[in-house]
């Protein structure tokens, strides 16, 4: 093989496309229009080659209407406006195949800042079957193929809708189902959201038992004015200023420590909780939603709290101890706030957490160390859980139409499906007998003796003889004389010579 076949061949190579998975977060009436909520994609090996996934803003050249990319696209300008590294500053552009090679639409993209380009399939060739080419020495952005209908789908809305922000995920690496999947819940205990969420999920969590691992997070802000030398906590934080929490309008109080606290204490019921059922833990806040957050007196008082734990038949100090201990104090210091300046170590655990994932809105969810972006919604959450346990509880099936992993409902699918290859090949044999027998049939009753005019057929052979021995004298077709092969006769005015 020549060094020139060679390099086409290992260019082909290099190029051909894998599966891959790709999903729009927001807006939601976007989101909404994909089958599954889901696109199929398949991206090539040049650019990017790793297991990763990305997360950026959707972009078409609508000022130039270039469509393809296959020309400089001077209509956009997408280069990072900053040096920080956040999912808006991370560009996906969209282009339609054709007209040039899928490297040069990569270079114009890669030239115009995007972080990556999805390419519209527009020709009769699966994209899973489509083969990358061209030159790409110089191309470290990732391409990737998406069907045609999906790629109008993203033009209509941009069309519609150009000062919208569409905001997509793209996996480089199929996403890996685990037996056990971490969820963990960020908020406030002064959210009445977050007990909405929580009171969803109670189901749904029961259902999942071990197979997810559920952790709630309080809400934990460092105060931007700390100083070290600071001597004394102000009302919205502990820890002489570090830990703080500052209200929004949709708290139900605006007391910061308040929050705190009561935050603290519900972390110490589930940590307590955790030890025999994660229920106790959504029971209690099930109650104290009912009585402290949405009760007309909304208090996220400890007494609030210690009606709550007597209602389910714990003594009203059972958190004290906990609450105490995160402080380094005994449980009896905390009927005076002289604890207050001291460090705290669960609200530095909550704030580390918050850190760890750069979480900025709340609440906010966390599936297996991947961030929920946009509105969280509870079902997506549900859902997002189904996608992502190994072996899926029955309610899954109907959520995302998953299979469950212990294998009952794919082998439940098996059987039906081969039952109905037996029931299609059982028909079609069932044809072929029977339009068999029938041509059978036909072709008896036309050779049948029975149907057969004998003697008709015998009066017909004598009446044609005789008329041809009448005629024999002047007109033959052949020279009988000949024992050997028959001659044709030539007939001239009434002269019969051999040809």
């Known amino acids: 093989m020549s060094k020139f076949l060679y390099k086409i061949y290992l260019c082909s190579i290099l190029f051909i496309v894998i599966h891959s998975q790709m999903a729009v977060l927001s807006p939601y009436n976007l989101v909404t ?32 209407q270039n469509r393809d990319a296959c020309t400089p696209l001077t209509g956009l300008d997408l280069r990072k406006k900053n040096n920080t590294i956040y999912e808006e500053n991370f560009k996906i552009l ?103 969420l929580l009171g969803y999920m109670k189901h749904y969590l029961e259902q999942f038992g071990e197979k997810v691992n559920f952790t709630p997070y309080y809400v934990v802000h460092k105060n931007p004015y700390y100083m070290d030398g600071n001597t004394i906590s102000n009302k919205n934080c502990l820890s002489k200023g570090v830990y703080c929490y500052f209200p929004k309008e949709t708290t139900i109080i605006q007391e910061g420590q308040t929050i705190l606290l009561e935050d603290l204490r519900q972390k110490c019921m589930f940590k307590l909780s955790k030890e025999k059922s994660v229920n106790i833990y959504l029971d209690y806040m099930s109650a104290f939603s009912e009585n402290c957050v949405n009760s007309d007196k909304k208090s996220l008082s400890k007494l609030c709290s210690q009606t709550t734990l007597a209602k389910m038949g714990f003594p009203d100090d059972y958190l004290d101890k906990c609450v105490a201990t995160s402080f380094g104090v005994s449980p009896s210091a905390l009927y005076s706030s002289s604890y207050f300046d001291k460090e705290n170590t669960m ?47 029955s309610f899954c099936n109907y959520l995302i139409g998953g299979i469950d992993g212990s294998g009952s409902n794919s082998l439940y699918k098996s059987k039906t499906f081969y039952f109905v290859i037996f029931i299609l090949i059982a028909i079609n044999i069932s044809l072929f007998f029977m339009c068999r027998n029938y041509i059978l049939e036909k072709v008896n009753d036309k050779v049948n003796p029975e149907n057969i005019d004998i003697n008709g057929r015998i009066k017909n052979a004598i009446n044609n003889y005789f008329a ?32």
């Not at 041809?468 to 007939?491: C, G, R, V």
């Open 347 to 393: 609200l530095k655990e909550e704030y580390e957490e918050i850190i760890k994932y750069q979480l900025t809105s709340f609440p906010a969810v966390v599936i297996n160390d991947k961030v929920m972006d946009g509105v969280i919604k509870e079902t997506k959450v549900v859902e997002e859980l189904c996608n992502n346990v190994k072996s899926k509880p």
């Open 94 to 196: 969209l282009a339609y195949r054709g007209s040039c090679s899928f490297s040069e639409k990569a270079r114009n993209a890669q030239n115009a800042g995007a972080s990556m380009l999805i390419v519209i399939n527009t020709g009769d060739t699966p994209i899973n079957e489509v083969i990358f080419t061209g030159d790409s020495s110089d191309i470290y952005i990732p391409l990737a193929l998406i069907n045609y209908s999906d790629g109008k789908i993203f033009e209509n809305f941009i069309n519609v809708n150009q000062n919208t922000k569409i905001l997509a995920e793209v996996n480089f690496a199929p996403k890996k189902e685990k037996k056990v999947v971490d969820f963990k819940l960020f908020f406030s205990a002064s959210e009445p959201k977050a007990y909405n």
């Open 33 to 64: 229009q994909f089958h599954n909520r889901q696109i199929e994609m398949a991206y090539g090996r040049i650019g990017l080659l790793t297991n990763f996934y990305i997360r950026g803003n959707v972009f078409m050249d609508t000022i130039t």
């Open 468 to 499: 041809l021995k009448s005629t024999s004298d002047d007109y033959k077709a052949f020279d009988t004389k000949s024992y050997n092969e028959p001659k044709m006769i030539e007939m001239k005015e009434g002269k019969v010579s051999p040809v």
